[in-house]
């Protein structure tokens, strides 16, 4: 009897607390800096060309099989603006199988890829949610704007696993 | 049959799961009831395999942490650590010092956000309206904040690296966490004044279920299933891994091994993990956080094996991790606590109520993701 | 009977159907906001302002939902039982009055006529566990008639003392004998009685064990979909509300409270004390669903067979001493606060003869060294 007097007392207390519901679409959980949100490809400005010159390497390291890149030649090379020879072709990320375990980022060794804040990612068909290269580097620049990431030819490479937007803490 | 009053009953079977409330996901029992009686039991796993073990081979180190991340898929950095700690034995090295004490304090929040889910979870099982479920949930939400400043991630965080951890905690670290911790005594306090001592929470789980402190070492069981039967077997003292010979904290033990004990060992098991968290916080030094390996984590282990077992939230969490020298394990094999304690319940549960049958199931505290892997 | 008697009976019904309804539209919203506030939540909060129209659009779901019938189901027993429990639902309601004059009709043995019918759902839940063919409802369904049966009698008896003490069935009789003083206070043990037993009988946490969706999943009404499961809920509901309404005529005065003298305004004065009453009841029962675990299938039944049976008996004893002897009011109340206090002295005493609180023990490990 005192035991359950004790828990109508506890639910009483609670009743009269403030709620602590968010109300998810209209206001937002702060989102903490590191948050590993979906990978996207992001803009070298100072060139203005994408940073991925294509070389595979996340392809090859992600543990879900979700990337897939090819290279070209860099037109731009050609005409000495820029240092890179290559460039990427075609950029593709099936974000429903991501896992947003961040190893691409790790392994890029030109700063060209980075996870974003993004996570609210939702489609009713099977085929929705690839995010082709336009969509990457629409959500990578969006993103670069937000967390001031500058990107140039020859950034050296930031200590393993810090993803860039940590400046921006 | 004739039943033992000369009444012809027959005993039915009653297939709970895998699409039940209250088989904490995918579990399957197969129940042979007699009224509201349970004669038999039978429990159906594998509807969650997924090959982790296998995967294992073909991915390398540092993809197998992401592997590792949904096996226990609520208490992540445990199982995390416990895989880099046999890389490591492998490889002969051992993380810096402060990247120890962060590991600790992670895998601790860790165990009280893993118990404050069975709390919640079990508060359903007896039957209270969705209340301690919110109540744990509250609770979990701040220590997943922590989780998310520090990793990234809500809940597959991939941040304990062979050799270290992936990055430097953030400034505020220390008076953050400190203030979880003190939210948190609070919270554990209304979650204990609402169910612990409540007598229909009484009824429901005393003397229901129980296992002698024998039974429970024949079955192999381990963690908050074993201490409660009175067994005083915790890893974190037996064979002190981390920083855990650094501290000061109680084992708390069950005297009956019913479903009470184990909900109250676990309930006491938060209140030892804050204190280890503080006196870990008081403690830690600065310093670097990774020892230098293979670029990017993608470690070569020389050829051998190696066997590292941990306290998780759920019991004694093994790997066995064989290696040829290559860029992936030859063989990873994973000792499932969920697994072990899960054989426990044939038993247990033979001769009780349905009712109990759910009490009981929710007691032992399974993750699907582990047991079938 | 004449054609315009007739037709004042199918307005009146129809009227009325709408009326709990509506009722019972507002009771869900109503516990789901309460509900939330206890778990530190907000509640529906999308549809309209606050959630209102929340119920309203959880009755369209339900009504566009489809209708499903589990294909080796018993089909005549599977569609009529949710009728049987629905009716004596609605029927209970006749007699009811909300005030001294608005009440659909009136009977002289109200309290019997609503005990009566109200036990015929009990057939309803057993219909629906045993048509749909499914082995969860036919165990909920065999819960649900044990409980129902086992409650009717603490239920019937508690209420014999108040009837007793007002000497009538009349629920106006009743009503107006609390001149006075109201019957909680002469009564005490007989309210508790009824809001257990009560509790027991709607199914309402932490009664709700013929239902229960960690143990059967839904029980009886686990293969109803759409509008036949709408309908079972509406009855649920009904009937919380007809036994808060009910605790509020016979042991908190009914509509009794500060009222202009006559007229118009009076009754609705008086309906608004009703529902003054009416609602802490519901917000007392809503407020133990939050908070109490759920019982054990036999625990409820040594609850209702060796608890509550004997102190509702023994109430009647000496409610008839009291009004065989003339005793004074205060005795009454003194002889049941006592009997109260016995049977909970009694239960404790076996309780802890039987076993004390659990005991515990902890191994202390300093710096990696168990200590003891």
């Given at each position: 009897?005192?035991?359950?007097?004790?828990?109508?007392?506890?639910?009483?207390?609670?009743?009269?607390?403030?709620?602590?519901?968010?109300?998810?679409?209209?206001?937002?959980?702060?989102?903490?800096?590191?948050?590993?949100?979906?990978?996207?490809?992001?803009?070298?400005?100072?060139?203005?060309?994408?940073?991925?010159?294509?070389?595979?390497?996340?392809?090859?390291?992600?543990?879900?099989?979700?990337?897939?890149?090819?290279?070209?030649?860099?037109?731009?090379?050609?005409?000495?603006?820029?240092?890179?020879?290559?460039?990427?072709?075609?950029?593709?990320?099936?974000?429903?199988?991501?896992?947003?375990?961040?190893?691409?980022?790790?392994?890029?060794?030109?700063?060209?890829?980075?996870?974003?804040?993004?996570?609210?990612?939702?489609?009713?068909?099977?085929?929705?949610?690839?995010?082709?290269?336009?969509?990457?580097?629409?959500?990578?620049?969006?993103?670069?704007?937000?967390?001031?990431?500058?990107?140039?030819?020859?950034?050296?490479?930031?200590?393993?696993?810090?993803?860039?937007?940590?400046?921006?803490? | 049959?004739?039943?033992?009053?000369?009444?012809?009953?027959?005993?039915?079977?009653?297939?709970?799961?895998?699409?039940?409330?209250?088989?904490?996901?995918?579990?399957?029992?197969?129940?042979?009831?007699?009224?509201?009686?349970?004669?038999?039991?039978?429990?159906?796993?594998?509807?969650?395999?997924?090959?982790?073990?296998?995967?294992?081979?073909?991915?390398?180190?540092?993809?197998?942490?992401?592997?590792?991340?949904?096996?226990?898929?609520?208490?992540?950095?445990?199982?995390?650590?416990?895989?880099?700690?046999?890389?490591?034995?492998?490889?002969?090295?051992?993380?810096?010092?402060?990247?120890?004490?962060?590991?600790?304090?992670?895998?601790?929040?860790n165990r009280i956000s893993s118990h404050m889910m069975f709390y919640g979870?079990?508060?359903?099982?007896?039957?209270?309206?969705?209340?301690?479920?919110?109540?744990?949930?509250?609770?979990?939400?701040?220590?997943?904040?922590?989780?998310?400043?520090?990793?990234?991630?809500?809940?597959?965080?991939?941040?304990?690296?062979?050799?270290?951890?992936?990055?430097?905690?953030?400034?505020?670290?220390?008076?953050?966490?400190?203030?979880?911790?003190?939210?948190?005594?609070?919270?554990?306090?209304?979650?204990?004044?609402?169910?612990?001592?409540?007598?229909?929470?009484?009824?429901?789980?005393?003397?229901?279920?129980?296992?002698?402190?024998?039974?429970?070492?024949?079955?192999?069981?381990?963690?908050?299933?074993?201490?409660?039967?009175?067994?005083?077997?915790?890893?974190?003292?037996?064979?002190?891994?981390?920083?855990?010979?650094?501290?000061?904290?109680?084992?708390?033990?069950?005297?009956?091994?019913?479903?009470?004990?184990?909900?109250?060992?676990?309930?006491?098991?938060?209140?030892?993990?804050?204190?280890?968290?503080?006196?870990?916080?008081?403690?830690?030094?600065?310093?670097?956080?990774?020892?230098?390996?293979?670029?990017?984590?993608?470690?070569?282990?020389?050829?051998?094996?190696?066997?590292?077992?941990?306290?998780?939230?759920?019991?004694?969490?093994?790997?066995?991790?064989?290696?040829?020298?290559?860029?992936?394990?030859?063989?990873?094999?994973?000792?499932?606590?969920?697994?072990?304690?899960?054989?426990?319940?044939?038993?247990?549960?033979?001769?009780?109520?349905?009712?109990?049958?759910?009490?009981?199931?929710?007691?032992?505290?399974?993750?699907?993701?582990?047991?079938?892997? | 009977?004449?054609?315009?008697?007739?037709?004042?009976?199918?307005?009146?019904?129809?009227?009325?159907?709408?009326?709990?309804?509506?009722?019972?539209?507002?009771?869900?919203?109503?516990?789901?906001?309460?509900?939330?506030?206890?778990?530190?939540?907000?509640?529906?909060?999308?549809?309209?302002?606050?959630?209102?129209?929340?119920?309203?659009?959880?009755?369209?779901?339900?009504?566009?939902?489809?209708?499903?019938?589990?294909?080796?189901?018993?089909?005549?027993?599977?569609?009529?039982?949710?009728?049987?429990?629905?009716?004596?639902?609605?029927?209970?309601?006749?007699?009811?009055?909300?005030?001294?004059?608005?009440?659909?009709?009136?009977?002289?043995?109200?309290?019997?006529?609503?005990?009566?019918?109200?036990?015929?759902?009990?057939?309803?839940?057993?219909?629906?566990?045993?048509?749909?063919?499914?082995?969860?409802?036919?165990?909920?369904?065999?819960?649900?008639?044990?409980?129902?049966?086992?409650?009717?009698?603490?239920?019937?008896?508690?209420?014999?003392?108040?009837?007793?003490?007002?000497?009538?069935?009349?629920?106006?009789?009743?009503v107006a004998e609390q001149d006075a003083v109201w019957y909680i206070a002469?009564?005490?043990?007989?309210?508790?009685?009824?809001?257990?037993?009560?509790?027991?009988?709607?199914?309402?946490?932490?009664?709700?064990?013929?239902?229960?969706?960690?143990?059967?999943?839904?029980?009886?009404?686990?293969?109803?979909?759409?509008?036949?499961?709408?309908?079972?809920?509406?009855?649920?509901?009904?009937?919380?509300?007809?036994?808060?309404?009910?605790?509020?005529?016979?042991?908190?005065?009914?509509?009794?409270?500060?009222?202009?003298?006559?007229?118009?305004?009076?009754?609705?004065?008086?309906?608004?004390?009703?529902?003054?009453?009416?609602?802490?009841?519901?917000?007392?029962?809503?407020?133990?669903?939050?908070?109490?675990?759920?019982?054990?299938?036999?625990?409820?039944?040594?609850?209702?067979?060796?608890?509550?049976?004997?102190?509702?008996?023994?109430?009647?004893?000496?409610?008839?001493?009291?009004?065989?002897?003339?005793?004074?009011?205060?005795?009454?109340?003194?002889?049941?606060?006592?009997?109260?206090?016995?049977?909970?002295?009694?239960?404790?005493?076996?309780?802890?003869?039987?076993?004390?609180?659990?005991?515990?023990?902890?191994?202390?490990?300093?710096?990696?060294?168990?200590?003891?």
């Amino acid at each position: 009897m005192i035991g359950l007097l004790r828990a109508m007392g506890v639910t009483l207390k609670t009743m009269l607390r403030k709620p602590v519901t968010v109300q998810y679409p209209d206001a937002h959980l702060p989102i903490s800096p590191r948050m590993l949100g979906f990978p996207a490809l992001l803009w070298d400005s100072a060139v203005d060309e994408p940073a991925c010159v294509g070389c595979k390497v996340c392809e090859r390291y992600c543990p879900t099989d979700c990337i897939s890149v090819t290279m070209k030649d860099n037109p731009l090379a050609k005409e000495g603006k820029s240092t890179r020879r290559k460039m990427v072709d075609d950029f593709q990320i099936r974000l429903e199988r991501c896992i947003l375990c961040g190893i691409c980022v790790e392994v890029c060794n030109f700063e060209a890829i980075a996870m974003t804040d993004y996570h609210e990612q939702a489609d009713i068909s099977r085929g929705g949610l690839l995010a082709t290269k336009d969509d990457l580097f629409r959500m990578g620049r969006d993103f670069q704007q937000r967390a001031g990431i500058k990107v140039t030819p020859g950034t050296p490479k930031l200590e393993a696993a810090a993803p860039p937007k940590e400046g921006s803490a | 049959m004739a039943g033992e009053r000369g009444v012809e009953t027959v005993d039915m079977l009653l297939n709970m799961g895998p699409q039940h409330p209250s088989t904490h996901g995918v579990f399957r029992m197969i129940l042979k009831v007699d009224g509201e009686r349970v004669e038999d039991a039978e429990a159906v796993v594998g509807y969650l395999h997924r090959g982790s073990e296998k995967l294992c081979e073909r991915e390398n180190y540092r993809q197998i942490i992401t592997l590792f991340d949904r096996l226990d898929y609520i208490s992540n950095f445990n199982n995390e650590l416990v895989f880099c700690l046999a890389a490591e034995k492998l490889m002969g090295i051992e993380a810096p010092e402060r990247a120890q004490y962060i590991r600790t304090i992670m895998c601790e929040l860790n165990r009280i956000s893993s118990h404050m889910m069975f709390y919640g979870a079990y508060g359903t099982d007896v039957g209270v309206f969705a209340t301690a479920f919110m109540y744990g949930f509250r609770e979990r939400e701040v220590i997943q904040q922590v989780f998310e400043a520090v990793s990234g991630a809500r809940m597959m965080h991939s941040y304990i690296r062979v050799g270290g951890v992936a990055q430097e905690v953030p400034a505020d670290f220390v008076p953050r966490v400190r203030a979880v911790l003190s939210g948190l005594k609070r919270g554990i306090e209304e979650c204990d004044r609402l169910l612990t001592r409540n007598e229909i929470f009484l009824g429901r789980t005393r003397g229901i279920g129980v296992l002698s402190a024998q039974d429970a070492i024949d079955y192999g069981c381990s963690g908050p299933v074993l201490r409660a039967s009175g067994v005083p077997l915790d890893v974190r003292a037996a064979e002190p891994y981390l920083v855990y010979d650094r501290f000061t904290f109680d084992i708390p033990l069950g005297k009956s091994g019913d479903c009470w004990d184990r909900y109250w060992v676990r309930m006491e098991e938060m209140r030892q993990s804050i204190s280890i968290i503080e006196q870990a916080l008081t403690q830690m030094p600065e310093g670097a956080i990774q020892t230098p390996v293979a670029k990017f984590g993608f470690v070569k282990p020389p050829k051998g094996d190696a066997y590292v077992r941990a306290e998780n939230p759920r019991g004694d969490f093994g790997v066995y991790l064989v290696s040829e020298g290559k860029e992936t394990p030859y063989r990873v094999k994973i000792r499932a606590p969920s697994f072990c304690n899960l054989m426990a319940l044939r038993q247990m549960v033979r001769g009780s109520y349905l009712a109990d049958a759910v009490v009981i199931l929710g007691s032992l505290d399974i993750v699907l993701g582990e047991v079938d892997r | 009977m004449s054609w315009t008697d007739l037709g004042w009976i199918v307005l009146s019904v129809a009227i009325f159907i709408g009326f709990i309804t509506v009722v019972v539209l507002a009771l869900t919203y109503a516990e789901r906001k309460l509900i939330a506030r206890v778990q530190q939540r907000i509640g529906p909060m999308r549809t309209g302002p606050f959630g209102l129209l929340q119920p309203v659009a959880d009755a369209i779901k339900l009504l566009a939902k489809e209708d499903l019938t589990p294909g080796r189901s018993d089909k005549a027993t599977f569609w009529i039982a949710p009728v049987v429990v629905f009716v004596p639902a609605f029927v209970a309601w006749v007699t009811i009055p909300f005030t001294r004059d608005i009440a659909i009709r009136n009977l002289e043995f109200g309290i019997l006529f609503i005990m009566a019918v109200s036990g015929v759902s009990v057939a309803g839940v057993l219909m629906a566990g045993f048509g749909s063919f499914n082995k969860y409802a036919a165990l909920g369904g065999l819960r649900a008639a044990a409980q129902l049966m086992s409650y009717e009698l603490p239920l019937v008896v508690g209420v014999l003392g108040v009837v007793m003490i007002a000497g009538s069935m009349d629920l106006r009789v009743i009503v107006a004998e609390q001149d006075a003083v109201w019957y909680i206070a002469l009564q005490p043990v007989a309210f508790l009685l009824f809001i257990i037993a009560g509790l027991a009988e709607v199914m309402r946490p932490p009664f709700d064990i013929p239902v229960a969706e960690s143990e059967v999943a839904g029980g009886p009404f686990i293969e109803y979909s759409g509008m036949h499961w709408s309908m079972f809920s509406l009855a649920e509901y009904a009937n919380t509300f007809a036994v808060a309404v009910l605790a509020a005529l016979l042991f908190l005065g009914g509509w009794r409270g500060p009222a202009p003298e006559s007229g118009w305004a009076q009754d609705m004065v008086q309906a608004l004390w009703l529902l003054v009453k009416v609602s802490g009841m519901l917000a007392a029962m809503f407020w133990l669903r939050t908070t109490i675990p759920r019982l054990r299938i036999d625990q409820l039944m040594a609850v209702a067979w060796k608890g509550l049976l004997p102190v509702a008996f023994l109430n009647v004893l000496l409610t008839a001493f009291y009004l065989y002897y003339g005793w004074p009011a205060w005795t009454i109340t003194a002889m049941s606060c006592g009997v109260m206090g016995g049977a909970v002295a009694l239960y404790y005493r076996r309780r802890s003869a039987r076993r004390g609180m659990p005991e515990t023990a902890r191994v202390r490990v300093e710096r990696g060294r168990v200590v003891g």
